[in-house]
């Protein structure tokens, strides 16, 4: 097979996301991970197009070889270390983020079972494509067959969900069954380092989401594990998605944040509206408010809002019309339109008290009025 493996993407007729192969369980017999898997899948490469010759570009994650133990033939282990040695498997921190930007300029097929979801704010050419993604499926006896994966459309609160986990998994805080870990999100934390706020809600900067390690939050700059701050203060995220631009907001408990064309205090969405959008948004056209880890929207506007929530899988329900001065529950993902093409909707997070943008992105650089909310990303 190593005939077929190619060490540049130039010279690939196809990138394989080998992680995902790897691991996946469903070909290959039992054990975690595996390179028979990839002899199957590029068995059925051969197959499919009819050249023995078919090149392969392996892109991987560091992890793959740092889980070592987990492959069912250590032999694996060492072939791929030589791979890596050899130039045949290209080895970055985020393979999926490398096939995409590869698969991206080249349009070269991409053998993978992942869908990609995370990454489909940056990599808008996933939505809806049918032809450049190839999914490897049991076959009969044994083999492998390779079916076209239809990637799908995912809403804006679909794609933030998968992000926030992705970012939540990088730091190694998912766990069994891609669950946060609720008992390390909902504390504060402190690095024993006399000079290091990074993690410190209280600092007005940046505030970081720990790093475990060895089961233990760890600072990521002096490696050393953190202190306990006491139970993280609740806030929630609220983003404005207006004609595909983003912008994040932070609400903090006890808040009541007035949203519409230029609320005072509150989210003045006007810099971000059309002429057209701009005369359909009221003044203050929704309040959400945040008390004890629930969020509530009321539509207070002059020309009515719509609402749909998700459910359990993240997927949207019906629009529906908001009844005028009522609180509404606003769940993660759930989605409000205050007017055509002007959308608010809750971050996709799952885990109570949730954490503010701030750990991602700078806080903002002007003082924010009592009860306004401030704007914290905007992409």
């Keep these: 097979m190593e005939h077929n493996l190619a060490t540049s993407a130039d010279s ?7 992680s995902n192969i790897v691991r996946e369980q469903s070909i290959g017999g039992p054990g975690l991970r595996s390179l028979r898997r990839l002899d199957l899948v590029v068995a059925a490469l051969v197959t499919l197009t009819g050249d023995p010759g078919v090149r392969v570009y392996l892109i991987a994650d560091a992890s793959l070889l740092g889980g070592h133990r987990e ?18 498997v290209e080895e970055v921190p985020d393979a999926d983020d490398r096939v995409l930007e590869i698969a991206g300029m080249t349009r070269v097929p991409v053998i993978t079972g992942d869908r990609y979801d995370a990454y ?10 049918t032809s450049q993604f190839l999914k490897p499926t049991p076959g009969p006896g044994g083999t492998v067959a390779l079916v076209p ?19 939540l998994k990088k730091q190694g805080l998912l766990g069994p069954n891609q669950t946060p870990l609720i008992e390390v999100l909902t504390r504060a934390w402190r690095c024993p380092e006399r000079r290091c706020s990074l993690y410190d809600i209280h600092s007005g900067d ?35 998605v207006i004609n595909g631009t983003v912008t994040r907001y932070t609400l903090a408990e006890d808040s009541v944040t007035p949203v519409g064309r230029y609320p005072d205090p509150g989210i003045a969405l006007f810099s971000l ?6 005369a359909r948004v009221s003044r203050e056209h929704v309040v959400v408010s945040l008390q004890k880890g629930l969020v509530l929207v009321r539509d207070v506007s002059s020309y009515g809002s719509r609402m749909r929530t998700v459910d359990k899988r993240g997927r ?34 799952i885990f109570p008290a949730e954490l503010p943008d701030g750990w991602r992105t700078g806080a903002p650089q002007a003082p924010v009025p009592p009860g306004a909310a401030a704007p914290t990303m905007s992409t």
Aim: aromatic share 4%; with cysteine; net charge positive.
């Design 12 to 18: 690939a007729d196809y990138l394989v996301d080998l």
């Design 71 to 88: 492959f069912t033939d250590q032999a694996d282990v060492r072939k791929l270390r030589r791979w890596v040695a050899d130039g045949l």
């Design 120 to 129: 489909r704010t940056e990599h808008t050419w996933i939505q809806g494509n």
């Design 149 to 167: 994966l239809d990637m799908g459309v995912r809403t804006p609160a679909q794609i933030s969900r998968r992000e926030e986990l992705a970012a």
């Design 206 to 240: 940046r505030v970081l989401l720990p790093r475990m390690r060895r089961g233990a939050p760890t600072c990521q700059q002096h490696q050393i594990p953190l202190r306990d701050d006491g139970p993280r203060p609740a806030t929630a995220q609220l983003k404005a």
């Design 273 to 278: 509206l059309d002429q057209d959008a701009a």
């Design 316 to 349: 949207p329900g019906h629009w529906e019309q908001m009844t005028p001065q009522a609180d509404r529950r606003f769940r993660p993902g759930d989605e409000v339109e205050l007017a055509p093409g002007v959308i608010l909707t809750r971050s996709g997070r």
